[in-house]
């Protein structure tokens, strides 16, 4: 199977209405800031529920996509911006990257406004379980935040560590 | 611009985050009521926000002030943003003058869960009580709202009830 547009992807997947999403997700950042107080905590907190949805959701991805393996992390990248944000495997968010570093393991993601995008800590965690789950050690930090007054959303995605592949079981000898 | 909530995401990101809304909760409490209560008071966030969002954009911002209005807007157009379908039905309880139920064959929410044993009488459906009752409080019609599973004859999985019961009956109309 050749890989499939994030479009046409979109429209084989069962979907539901993006409020109830965003909305949801709102009343979850309301409960934590309720719950945690400190705001820190309450970063940690989503940034971990994005890590778990993250593991979780890459599996979908891969089986509906039809995407193989990446040559390297500038790939990578680029299939996060195009496919798994965008058009919504996720959050239906628009997507670029920029600003690589010189051997091409740091990059920014850029994201333009959609509706989902309030305090989206969760996203940083949720890209960063994607990856671990294609063997990529990532460290994913928030660098502008529309929310914040910065002109843009921008996450950047540093490469840590290719991990090898490991089998969750032995081989028969 | 109030957007025209066409947008969507995937169902899994959605049944992913609330199963994270789920989870976290249950970190929280010590027991089924509470934590029913809980995913209740995050569903009533979205409800409260609901009302106010589909006032304005469905109904030129008229706001019902019969029962039977509001009780039939949140059975079909409420429904119908939230979860992409009017509701299965619409009852009025038999027993008590004051109490009304909307059913659900397969709730959206209780799609992907199954209740563990030791759970007892455990409804994700709280969370859409929650939801029923953020829109009938905010919209001036107070009320008790409970979720129930009801076993249907011949099939496996039991269908969810959402039981509303007004605070008095002088709300009625």
């Not at chain 1, 460290?139 to 910065?150: A, I, K, Q, Y």
């Not at chain 2, 609330?18 to 970190?27: A, C, G, I, P, R």
């Amino acid at each position: 199977m050749a890989p499939r547009s994030g479009d046409a992807i979109f429209s084989s997947i069962d979907r539901v209405n993006a409020e109830l999403f965003t909305l949801t997700y709102g009343a979850i950042v309301r409960q934590l800031l309720t719950d945690l107080e400190e705001v820190e905590e309450v970063n940690k907190q989503l940034d971990q529920m994005g890590y778990n949805i993250g593991i979780r959701l890459i599996d979908e991805f891969l089986a509906k996509s039809g995407v193989s393996r990446c040559v390297d992390f500038k790939e990578t990248a680029d299939m996060i911006a195009k496919v798994l944000l965008f058009p919504p495997m996720f959050l239906g968010v628009t997507a670029s990257v920029s600003s690589w570093d010189a051997d091409g393991t740091c990059c920014s993601i850029v994201l333009e406004d959609s509706p989902l995008l309030y305090y989206c800590n969760v996203l940083s965690g949720f890209i960063r379980g994607a990856l671990e789950m294609v063997s990529m050690k990532t460290e994913v930090t928030w660098t502008r935040d529309v929310l914040r007054g910065d002109d843009a959303y921008e996450l950047q995605v540093k490469l840590l560590k290719q991990v090898a592949e490991e089998y969750p079981y032995k081989d028969d000898e | 611009p109030l957007s025209k909530g066409k947008q969507e995401v995937s169902l899994s990101a959605f049944a992913f985050l609330f199963s994270e809304l789920v989870q976290y909760n249950q970190t929280q409490v010590d027991n089924i009521a509470e934590l029913e209560r809980r995913l209740e008071d995050a569903g009533y966030a979205v409800g409260s926000r609901v009302l106010e969002l589909l006032c304005n954009r469905e109904k030129g911002n008229r706001r019902e002030t019969r029962l039977l209005g509001i009780l039939s807007f949140v059975h079909s157009t409420v429904w119908k943003v939230l979860f992409g379908k009017v509701a299965d039905s619409l009852e009025k309880g038999t027993e008590h003058e004051d109490e009304y139920m909307i059913s659900e064959k397969e709730l959206l929410v209780n799609r992907f869960i199954s209740i563990p044993k030791d759970m007892g009488t455990f409804n994700c459906g709280a969370f859409v009580a929650g939801i029923v009752k953020g829109v009938l409080d905010n919209a001036g019609f107070p009320a008790v709202v409970t979720a129930h599973f009801v076993p249907i004859e011949g099939q496996q999985r039991p269908r969810t009830t959402i039981l509303i019961k007004f605070a008095d009956e002088e709300s009625g109309g």
